[in-house]
């Protein structure tokens, strides 16, 4: 019985500085699922890594940097909490940049898979020894 070889994954660089958050989201998800490949099928995990630089800069469009709510809710009566994006993007970048990315992947299985693809630096410094395709 022949062995399958792992998928050949590659690094994807996304600088948050010059790009608005639901673009890079959008860009992310699509390399996250693999369909920039020729070998693209839907029910296998082909996709690749997406690092995303400059994560405390990232751009939101309008006023949403003061009037975007996140809100989480534990389950439990009375506990709903909101915060804006402001004071998440202070506390925590990543968490901004995977909530939308993750709104925008498949609803499936494979979901968690993806997720765990996704490396967020807070700035430009990173320690990754890899070639980087743009």
């Known amino acids: 019985m022949k062995t399958r070889n792992p998928a050949q994954r590659k690094y994807y660089l996304f600088d948050c500085e010059k790009e608005y958050l639901g673009r890079l989201a959008t860009r992310a998800a699509y390399v996250l699922q693999g369909k920039q490949k020729a070998d693209y099928t839907a029910h296998i995990d082909s996709g690749d890594f997406a690092v995303f630089v400059n994560a405390a800069n990232i751009r939101f469009s309008g006023k949403k940097m003061e009037n975007k709510v996140y809100h989480s809710f534990s389950g439990y009566p009375g506990g709903i909490s909101s915060k804006k994006a402001a004071d998440i993007l202070k506390a925590n970048p990543k968490k901004i940049i995977q909530e939308a990315i993750y709104g925008m992947l498949p ?3 494979l979901r968690a898979k993806r997720m ?13 020894k890899v070639d980087f395709v743009n």
């Open 107 to 109: 609803k499936n299985k």
């Open 116 to 128: 765990k693809r996704i490396l967020v630096f807070p700035d430009a410094n990173h320690n990754l």
